[in-house]
Nanobody, 120 residues
Framework: QVQLVESGGGLVQPGGSLRLSCAASGSIFRSYAMGWYRQGPGNQRELVARITSGGSTNYADSVKGRFTISRDNAKNTVYLQMNSLKPEDTAVYYC??????????????WGKGTLVTVSS
């Protein structure tokens, strides 16, 4: 019902910036809380940032002050602006749509991921 496609990953030097985008299908995008997760080499998948349908946000402590999640409901798109990147930010970043509390849904949705590599 909901399809997510990430883009914007790539190779960047420490201290650099990247902006990830997640394009979502459907006509009820604004009803979903959206999130970015990541999984680095040998690590568990972790929540990086989340934004509710009302626009409130949460961030992992490791990225607070450096990353910003936002959404454009008119474009059915969620973004992750990543600044001051560190090598430990290297990971595959996954977009998530939380339909658990959406009428007629109840599902969690995931994109296939986009790779971010921070290295000199």
């Amino acid at each position: 019902q909901v399809q997510l496609v990430e883009s914007g990953g790539g190779l960047v030097q420490p201290g650099g910036s990247l902006r990830l985008s997640c394009a979502a299908s459907g006509s009820i995008f604004r009803s979903y809380a959206m999130g970015w997760y990541r999984q680095g080499p040998g690590n568990q998948r972790e929540l990086v940032a989340r934004i509710t349908s009302g626009g409130s946000t949460n961030y992992a402590d490791s990225v607070k002050g450096r990353f910003t999640i936002s959404r454009d409901n008119a474009k059915n798109t969620v973004y992750l602006q990543m600044n001051s990147l560190k090598p430990e930010d290297t990971a595959v970043y996954y977009c998530n749509a939380d339909g658990r509390y959406v009428m007629g849904d109840g599902m969690m949705y995931w994109g296939k991921g986009t790779l971010v590599t921070v290295s000199s």
